[in-house]
Nanobody, 115 residues
């Protein structure tokens, strides 16, 4: 089973920052679009950001202006830098690799924004 390994979540105060990481095997990283989704309790999973294999980034409306998605092709890792976090950003954040081999999800990382 393909594994995307996520790290970097946790508890942060409002206004704080976190960086999430997601490492993937090369064969589902190099040519794939990598994305971050989030899902809060009782809500649907929503797109946070995505980045294509050539580095083109797109952002969902919910966190636009406060986040940056990036990828390190040498390390097969995608990052999500989140700044000025709000309580409503509390959710489980999931990494996704999508390409011709299909979709592969990370295990999820819980982010809690609370004082």
């Amino acid at each position: 089973q393909v594994q995307l390994v996520q790290s970097g979540g946790g508890l942060v105060q409002p206004g704080g920052s976190l960086r999430l990481s997601c490492a993937a095997p090369g064969y589902i990283f190099n040519d794939n679009t990598m994305a971050w989704y989030r899902q809060a309790p009782g809500l649907q999973r929503e797109l946070v950001a995505a980045i294509t294999s050539d580095g083109t980034a797109t952002y969902g409306d919910s966190m636009k202006g406060r986040i940056t998605i990036s990828r390190d092709n040498g390390e097969n890792t995608v990052y999500l830098q989140m700044n000025r976090l709000k309580p409503e950003d509390t959710a489980t954040y999931y990494c996704l690799s999508t390409g011709w081999r299909g979709n592969f999800w990370g295990q999820g990382t819980w982010v809690t924004v609370s004082s």
